[in-house]
């Protein structure tokens, strides 16, 4: 088992930047791929931004690409989204989560067994 817990999220003008982080529970987190992703409201929930247990892969949604980035520190079992260029429609509860099945970073929640229980990010126009 694994808990996730996400922070960072908040209020920001349109332009500005957010950091979020999801600190989680377990030593053996440096086994786990992890992902970011967003639910707006009215619709699905959606990949944002996937990194590999050795933090030598990177994947993201081509919504975010350029501005958002993903990263990990394994020593203090947290990972990271550093969002810059924020618009309107970025507004969303964003969610971590870990992918213990040991192929390839995925971009289906399917694959992912844990999760957190999100953070609010509201981008105001």
């Known amino acids: 088992q694994v808990q996730l817990v996400e922070s960072g999220g908040g209020l920001v003008q349109a332009g500005g930047s957010l950091r979020l982080s999801c600190a989680a529970s377990?030593?053996?987190?440096?086994?786990?791929?992890m992902g970011w992703f967003r639910q707006a409201p009215g619709k699905e929930r959606e990949f944002v931004a996937g990194?590999?247990?050795?933090?030598?892969?990177?994947y993201y949604a081509d919504s975010v690409k350029g501005r958002f980035t993903i990263s990990r520190d394994n020593a203090k079992n947290t990972v990271y989204l550093q969002m810059n260029s924020l618009k309107p429609e970025d507004t969303a509860v964003y969610y971590c989560?870990?992918?213990?099945?040991?192929?390839?970073?995925?971009?289906?929640?399917?694959?992912?067994?844990?999760w957190g229980q999100g953070t609010q990010v509201t981008v105001s126009s």
């Open positions: 990194i590999s247990s050795t933090d030598i892969n990177t």
């Open positions: 989560a870990a992918d213990n099945r040991g192929v390839g970073v995925s971009r289906s929640r399917d694959a992912y067994k844990y």
């Open positions: 377990r030593r053996t987190f440096g086994n786990y791929h």
